[in-house]
T-cell receptor
Framework: QKEVEQNSGPLSVPEGAIASLNCTYSDRGSQSFFWYRQYSGKSPELIMF????GDKEDGRFTAQLNKASQYVSLLIRDSQPSDSATYLC??????????????FGQGTELSVKP | DAGITQSPRHKVTETGTPVTLRCHQTENHRYMYWYRQDPGHGLRLIHYSYGVKDTDKGEVSDGYSVSRSKTEDFLLTLESATSSQTSVYFC???????????????FGSGTQLSVL
């Protein structure tokens, strides 16, 4: 079992719909959770981070964390073709107190159709 | 890309040759990282640095070494390149500061390395 797992997709949604991206992790003590967006041929870009159970909203993006279920998700409302990219989930393990030694999932490819 | 420059952007080399990739930052950030990205594996940490001359291994460090003699430069060396090291290599940095600051990674543009 991989430490951070994502469905590789592709996930296809129509323009204007809600895209739901999911991620599970195996280390129950993981403390910090991140979503990165990566356009084809480009570098990853941080779009959301969440530390506590519940929802965190930033514009059209909502991150949801459920530590009991070891599950983190990213919702994109009013999806646009420009949201088409690969979304990477990343987790920081317990005990990693210094810096950003993150464990990444393999990414979910999202395609938003006009 | 947050003041991070990777060089070269593309490199083709032969099996058994040494290769050095360079990461240069203008942000004066304390933490620097080397990740590799492969299909089906996502990003995997090779080595990281907490400061000048302070480095440590990540999860896939075999066959790689690093050096950091200045805050702004972090070098990744493949001592004897193998075909399994064909990959896209990303350098990342994170700020000095508390846990919620120093764990946010900013990535360079990447180096596409092909080992033939």
């Amino acid at each position: 079992q991989k430490e951070v797992e994502q469905n590789s997709g592709p996930l296809s949604v129509p323009e204007g719909a809600i895209a739901s991206l999911n991620c599970t992790y195996s280390d129950r003590g993981s403390q910090s959770f991140f979503w990165y967006r990566q356009y084809s041929g480009k570098s990853p870009e941080l779009i959301m981070f969440i530390y506590s159970n519940g929802d965190k909203e930033d514009g059209r993006f909502t991150a949801q964390l459920n530590k009991a279920s070891q599950y983190v998700s990213l919702l994109i409302r009013d999806s646009q073709p420009s949201d088409s990219a690969t979304y990477l989930c990343a987790v920081k393990r317990r005990g990693e107190n210094q810096g950003g030694k993150l464990i990444f999932g393999q990414g979910t490819e999202l395609s938003v159709k006009p | 890309d947050a003041g991070i420059t990777q060089s070269p952007r593309h490199k083709v080399t032969e099996t058994g040759t040494p290769v050095t990739l360079r990461c240069h930052q203008t942000e004066n950030h304390r933490y620097m990282y080397w990740y590799r990205q492969d299909p089906g594996h996502g990003l995997r940490l090779i080595h990281y640095s907490y400061g000048v001359k302070d480095t440590d291994k990540g999860e896939v460090s075999d066959g790689y070494s690093v050096s950091r003699s200045k805050t702004e430069d972090f070098l990744l060396t493949l001592e004897s390149a193998t075909s399994s090291q064909t990959s896209v290599y990303f350098c990342a940095i994170s700020e000095t500061g508390g846990p919620t600051t120093n764990e946010k990674l900013f990535f360079g543009s990447g180096t596409q390395l092909s080992v033939l």
